[in-house]
Antibody, heavy 116, light 107 residues
């Protein structure tokens, strides 16, 4: 059974960098699949942030204007999201997920609030 | 970016009735479309992929149809657990994009 779990600070100050980690169990992230992040502002819809593949291929949503970086740590079976220069508009529930097409496996989500 | 537009925003349906949700793409996405159900406080859950293929363990009352730019999710006989938000998502182009969602509520 594939399981994903997000972790990281729940509160980030404006202009700082949001950093989240997704820990994966039940599947080795180096075995394949794209791994990615999706977010959902409170009371709003879903936004695809981007994907990373074992080997380093990445895709980032252009709407985030170069503020996104993703990485993988295969030794820990984790992948990470960094989002720089955050503003209140980046307040959202952040989900990690497996896949770049339809998403079968999702993390439970973690709320990150941007506020001073 | 492909814009996905869902209608209606809210659908009020009585238990046992049929619900029909629509999703339109701003350009063709072929059959590269998924539908998700999301309940309050939970992650989305995959219902349909490839526009019409039910995901594992999804009941037969859920069906998807369409291709190109027009898609439909039908719930043939609404059960109490089906009252939730529903989102479509295209995976034909990057960035992947979602519709804004349809809330299915009890009438």
């Amino acid at each position: 059974q594939v399981q994903l779990q997000e972790s990281g600070p729940g509160l980030v100050k404006p202009s700082e960098t949001l950093s989240l980690t997704c820990s994966v169990s039940g599947y080795s992230i180096s075995s394949g699949y794209y791994w990615g992040w999706i977010r959902q502002p409170p009371g709003k819809g879903l936004e695809w942030i981007g994907n990373i593949y074992h080997g380093g291929n990445t895709y980032y949503n252009p709407s985030l204007k170069g503020r996104v970086t993703m990485s993988m740590d295969t030794s820990k079976n984790q992948f990470s999201l960094n989002l720089s220069s955050v503003t209140a508009a980046d307040t959202a529930v952040y989900y990690c997920a497996r896949g770049s097409r339809e998403i079968v496996y999702w993390g439970q989500g973690t709320l990150v609030t941007v506020s001073s | 970016e492909i814009v996905m537009t869902q209608s209606p925003a809210t659908l009020s349906v009585s238990p046992g009735e049929r619900a029909t949700l629509s999703c339109r793409a701003s350009q063709s996405v072929s059959s590269n479309l998924a539908w998700y159900q999301q309940k309050l406080g939970q992650a989305p859950s995959l219902l349909i992929y490839g526009a019409s293929t039910r995901a594992t363990d999804i009941p037969a009352r859920f069906s998807g149809s369409g291709s190109g730019t027009e898609f439909t999710l039908t719930i043939s006989s609404l059960q109490s657990e089906d009252f939730a938000f529903y989102y479509c998502q295209q995976y034909d182009n990057w960035p992947r994009t979602f519709g804004q969602g349809t809330k299915v509520e009890i009438k």
